[in-house]
């Protein structure tokens, strides 16, 4: 899996996680007897964790994209089949045992340095909440606050036990304010730092498109298993490191637009969430008709299958409601 070209230290650190993550299969299935109520992936590569933890990656490595979203995907497979959360940690380079294997030491430095080969940092062995406090500078703050949460779509996924009824709401943003204020009660009793909103916005889009894509979904995180749909090969569907459906459109090698609006987020055509959604952007469009309308929602990054006929539908019965 390691890449031909390229090879530089946080690239093969990426890799490192990636394989860690791999092997997590295998290695339930050994402690089976054993209960496991959360698994931890620790690296000294602030680098990656900065990947892990962005919103999104601007890279034109294909490489570390994709190990990102297999990354992703795996995890997600993980909290499913056995409702355990991946969390990712910082440790130091001191504080690394790994390291001893890779550059190499004496007989002599390695038994000074025994109990910490054995057993691990001593940190390791204290209450999770102070495993955090060490100057990490390739992070901002806000990714700083995730160490030690579970990954996004793991929390998402949370709210899920208290059913958000998306009919009952008539516009979008209150939709997502009232969603965003479950995970606040959430964060708030597991003691966690999430943007809220965040979270709501990845919450409805993922509910949204396991309802309306399920096969793509299905096709997506296991390959291997099932028939390719119609729709991955038009739309050169992926999932990116959150477990949302994304397309990688045309213009992806193009500096010029986001990484939104390279790889829009895939809305189902007749779900109620595309209707707000589209309902939102007609209204900031000050309702100057279906090509700006389209123009709107495709800036903000979503793609809708046969968005012209949708969006127009959607326009004449709010237009319809108007005149009434």
């Not at 620790?42 to 680098?47: G, H, K």
């Not at 004496?106 to 100057?135: A, D, M, V």
């Amino acid at each position: 899996m390691a890449p031909l070209q390229g090879k530089y230290l946080p690239t093969l650190e990426l890799l490192a996680v990636f394989l860690a993550m791999k092997f997590f299969a295998f290695i339930k299935e050994s402690l089976k007897d054993i209960p496991i109520k959360g698994v931890y992936v620790i690296t000294d590569a602030q680098v990656v964790l900065s990947w892990i933890f962005a919103d999104f990656v601007q890279t034109k490595n294909v490489f570390v994209r994709n190990r990102l979203q297999d990354i992703a995907q795996i995890s997600e497979k993980v909290k499913t089949d056995f409702n355990i959360r991946i969390n990712f940690q910082y440790t130091s380079t001191d504080d690394n045992p790994a390291d001893y294997i890779t550059r190499g030491l004496t007989i002599k430095k390695f038994k000074e340095k025994f109990s910490l080969w054995y057993e691990g940092p001593k940190w390791i062995r204290q209450e999770e909440s102070s495993w955090c406090h060490r100057e990490l500078g390739c992070l901002s703050k806000v990714q700083m606050k995730r160490i030690g949460a579970s990954v996004n779509y793991a929390a998402e996924n949370e709210v899920a036990t208290s059913e958000v009824k998306l009919e009952k709401f008539s516009s979008l943003s209150k939709l997502i304010s009232v969603t965003s204020l479950i995970f606040k009660l959430i964060n708030k009793l597991k003691k966690r730092v999430m943007d809220p909103e965040l979270q709501a916005n990845a919450y409805l889009i993922k509910t949204m498109q396991k309802q309306s894509f399920s096969r793509e979904l299905d096709f997506l995180l296991d390959p291997g298993g099932n028939s390719m749909p119609k729709l991955m090969k038009n739309l050169n569907l992926f999932l990116d490191h959150k477990g949302i459906i994304r397309s990688m459109g045309r213009i992806g090698e193009s500096e010029y637009h986001s990484y939104e609006v390279q790889n829009p987020i895939l809305l189902g055509k007749e779900h109620y969430l595309t209707r707000l959604i589209i309902q939102e952007y007609h209204q900031r469009s000050q309702q100057l008709g279906l090509a700006t309308t389209l123009n709107e929602i495709r800036l903000a990054g979503y793609w809708i299958p046969q968005a012209r006929q949708v969006v127009k539908n959607v326009v004449s019965t709010l237009c319809e409601m108007q005149t009434l």
